[in-house]
Antibody, heavy 118, light 109 residues
């Protein structure tokens, strides 16, 4: 059974960094592009970036360029999203999602709430 | 980036009724209808319902259907079941970056 299981909620101070993990179960993730999407309170889902787990290639949203880093550990079937220089507007639920062969997000993680507050 | 506008924001219906949700894109998506619909319930992972405009994802009941082309797309739920009350998002991938609508909440009347 395909599952993406994310790490737990985080509370961070402004200026800090956060690293969220997404572990894949039920499939080997190397052939699948893995994406991160976030949703701030009352806002729409926003795409953040993706990684090709096979070769580690990444692409990021221009709005987050320089602050977000997506990595993977193929031996652990896990992808990570690290966001630096956190601001209050980064408070959101962060989701990982698998891209299927047609290019759609067919499986999503359960979400990780990141709260940025002084 | 391509902006997706969903309407209405909230749809108040009773079980058994038909739901019609709209998604309009600021730029035309490609002829392959690069638009999808997702269902999202609080505390759960979003679920892919429809891809490429009109194809049901694996395991999605036949009461869900998608249609449309160009800039106007529709998700129809023919007869609402209790488990269908949720928020629905459309998403396009024809123009980079992928973008989502703001969602339509289908609530019990």
């Amino acid at each position: 059974q395909v599952q993406l299981v994310q790490s737990g909620a985080e509370v961070k101070k402004p200026g800090a960094s956060v690293k969220v993990s997404c572990k894949a179960f039920g499939f080997i993730f190397i052939p699948y592009a893995m994406h991160w999407v976030r949703q701030a309170p009352g806002q729409r889902l926003k795409w953040m970036g993706w990684i090709n787990p096979g070769n580690g290639d990444t692409k990021y949203s221009q709005n987050l360029q320089g602050r977000v880093t997506i990595t993977r550990d193929t031996s652990a079937n896990t992808v990570y999203m690290e966001l630096d220089s956190l601001r209050s507007e980064d408070t959101a639920i962060y989701y990982c999602a698998r891209q299927d062969s047609r290019g759609w997000f067919d499986y999503w993680g359960q979400g990780t709430l990141v709260t940025v507050s002084s | 980036e391509t902006v997706l506008t969903q309407s209405p924001a909230t749809l108040s219906l009773s079980p058994g009724e038909r739901a019609t949700l709209s998604c309009r894109t600021s730029q035309s998506v490609s002829s392959s209808n690069s638009l999808a619909w997702y269902q999202h319930k609080p505390g759960q992972a979003p679920r892919l319902l429809i891809y490429d405009g009109s194809n049901r994802a694996t395991g999605i009941p036949a009461r869900f259907s998608g249609s449309g082309s160009g800039t106007d797309f529709t998700l129809t739920i023919s007869s609402l079941e209790p488990e269908d009350f949720a928020v629905y998002y459309c998403q396009q991938r024809s123009n980079w970056p992928p973008t989502f609508g703001q969602g339509t909440k289908v609530e019990i009347k």
